[in-house]
């Protein structure tokens, strides 16, 4: 996916964000300068721990909040300056269920052409298109609050494409799924990306889900750690790391320090290596150090791999790494 | 901007009847209050220059207002669940005005008011009061001024709460107080100096002029009566100050702080 067109679809610059306190709380920074290029027709994922401010991010971008520093810039528009011009473009699913559990799926669609001002003789065959997206052709009279997750999920889905948008924006739109939801859910997202050249931007927990989009991103205490093709961030580590559990990591670690060609990191009871000839490496360790391994493996790094490395911790709230 | 107005206040209605129990709750507590308190009060309750009528009389339009105060009020209640909920972000991004919730909500509420005080409207021939078609006509005024009032005002309050609970509580000490002192349940004359100065200032005593004096007074006697227009004048006031407010607050967008400022009095940010 290289051909993206000049414009970018989504241009963020110096973003900041701090949260006004209460009485009870100091005011709280969520995002510190963010800068961010998502080209039109992109699927953009940003994942990060709880808390990290993507939530906070989404609320900007489809301007419920305003930012107290920075800009924002959709299409080429300024989204801080016509608001309403730019919100048109844009279908935005939240992660907290944005549907009327007591009404009926149709009821909620109907709701939502009166607010964007679909005219009446074009919902139907937009209802029609957009339904092509979900399995819930037979469930228009079911109330929301009987669906299940997924489909319920995919009812938000619906919704949001019966304005047409350009831009969609998920906040964790597949929390709650179980996986066959969820990669039912993203595939949809993927076609529908491919065949009507949506940019989609959404923000999810999952490093896994991250593997499939065009671009990740990872953000962490409101800063953008690194923005990337998946590819090419997981390729910073190396095309294979060896991961050794033991209960004493540093002593293995130590019997490296002559290996300037190496880098690792300790976690846990975990050794991350990166470098060249771990095979060759993996044997020596397991001639030289058998006693105190416990498991050792050659992978292909993941983006969770590459979290742990520009972080040096797994993936654990934010909000519990404050709390500590 | 009309048609957001009318899908949203069309969703109230729909919500409401898809909740039997708040039907059933916001009638039934109101009319057993009324059947209890004006038989048990009924054969002591003389007040000077109503001798003629009972308590159950006297208590009537008390009972209509509170009706319009309940189903005005709990009508906002949902707001607090919809912020709650991702529901009424969902509202927000979309390009229909915001006035358009304030909108939706009061006019959703006021239906919902009119539907549930219209059955107890028809007892009113039942206590012999001698109300007209004109003097209907005038009570729907009074009607639309309180509901929206209440409907205002309890949006104003719903939207500041995160939780229904608190809405509750506002309820028995602030909206309930409000009532009783609105002269539904005595008459202000004879109260002592502090509380008729209290039920004076107290914008629901004008609101309930408005709901008695047509059941009992003819068009004529009410455009010439000036303690009528009096409390039409305050209680139009207060319904349209609640309703600004409104207006005003849910127009106010979230917006963060400058950083440059935050960080200058934390050097080492939030903890
Ligand atoms: N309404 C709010 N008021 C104050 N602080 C908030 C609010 N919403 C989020 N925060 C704080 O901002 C930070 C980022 O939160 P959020 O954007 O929700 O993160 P995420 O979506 O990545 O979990 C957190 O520290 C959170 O506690
Ligand atoms: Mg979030």
């Known amino acids: ?324 | 901007m009309i048609r957001a107005t009318l899908i949203l206040a069309r969703r109230e209605w729909i919500r409401f009847f898809r909740q039997p129990h708040r039907v059933i709750g916001s009638l039934a507590q109101p009319l057993l209050i009324w059947a209890f308190l004006g038989a048990g009060f009924s054969p002591s309750f003389r007040t000077p220059g109503m001798e003629q009528i009972s308590y159950t009389e006297y208590f009537y339009p008390g009972i209509l207002l509170m009706l319009m105060l309940f189903s005005g009020i709990f009508s906002t209640i949902t707001l607090i669940e919809d912020r709650a909920q991702g529901l009424m972000q969902g509202v927000l991004v979309s390009p229909a005005p915001r006035m358009a919730i304030v909108m939706g909500k009061v006019i959703g509420g006021i239906a919902i008011a009119g539907i549930q005080t219209l059955p107890l409207l028809l007892a009113a021939p039942l206590l012999d009061i001698p109300l007209t078609w004109s003097g209907l006509v005038w009570l729907t005024g009074g009607f639309l001024i309180a509901t929206l009032g209440f409907t205002a005002l309890g949006f104003l309050i719903a939207w500041n709460m995160e939780s229904t609970a608190g809405f509750h509580a506002v309820m028995s000490v602030f909206l309930m107080p409000m009532w009783m002192l609105s002269g539904a349940l005595f008459p202000l004359d004879h109260a002592p100096m502090w509380l008729k100065s209290l039920m004076i200032i107290n914008p629901v005593t004008h609101a309930l002029t408005l709901i008695r004096t047509p059941l009992y007074h003819s068009p004529m006697e009410l455009l010439t009566s000036s303690s009528y227009w009096w409390a039409g004048g305050i209680a139009i006031t207060w319904a349209s100050a609640c309703l600004v407010l409104a207006l005003w607050r849910v127009n106010q967008v979230e917006r963060g702080l400058d950083p440059a400022r935050f960080i200058s009095q934390s050097p080492k940010g939030p903890s």
């Open chain 1, 1 to 324: 996916m290289d051909d993206f067109s000049q414009v970018p679809a989504v241009h963020i610059s110096r973003l900041h964000h701090v949260y006004p306190g209460t009485r009870h709380e100091a005011p709280r920074l969520a995002l510190d300068g963010v800068n961010l290029n998502i080209p039109t027709g992109a699927f953009f994922v940003l994942t990060g721990p709880n808390g990290s401010g993507k939530s906070t991010l989404f609320k900007i971008l489809s301007g419920l909040t305003r930012p107290g520093l920075g800009t924002v810039s959709i299409h080429g528009q300024d989204l801080l300056a016509v608001p309403n011009r730019v919100r048109r473009q844009m279908g935005v699913i939240f992660q907290r269920p944005a549907l009327d559990k007591h009404l009926t799926v149709l009821e909620n669609f109907q709701i939502h052409a009166g607010l964007h001002a679909i005219p009446s003789h074009q919902f139907q065959p937009r209802l029609d298109a957009a339904l092509a997206w979900s399995d819930l052709q037979t469930r228009l009279h079911t109330r929301v609050g009987t669906l299940s997750g997924g489909l319920a999920r995919q009812a938000e889905l619906v919704k949001v494409l019966l304005h047409e948008p350009q831009l969609l924006l998920l906040d964790e739109p597949t929390a709650g799924l179980d996986p066959g939801g969820r990669m039912a859910f993203m595939s949809t997202l993927r076609r529908l990306q491919k065949k009507r050249n949506v940019t989609i931007l959404m923000t999810s927990h999952i490093f896994a889900e991250a593997e499939q989009a065009d671009l990740v991103g990872i953000l962490r205490q409101g800063q953008l750690l690194a923005m990337d093709a998946p590819s090419r961030l997981t390729a910073r580590l190396g095309n294979e790391i060896l991961v050794i559990q033991a209960d004493d990591p540093a002593a293995i670690a130590h019997t490296l320090t002559n290996r300037p060609e190496l880098s690792w990191q300790i976690h846990n009871h975990e050794l991350r290596i990166q470098g060249t000839q771990l095979p060759t490496l993996m044997a020596d360790l397991l001639q030289a150090q058998r006693a105190r391994i416990q498991t050792l493996a050659i992978k292909q790094p993941t983006l969770e791999d590459l979290y742990i490395t520009l972080t040096g911790r797994a993936l654990t709230s934010d909000e519990e790494e404050e709390n500590r």
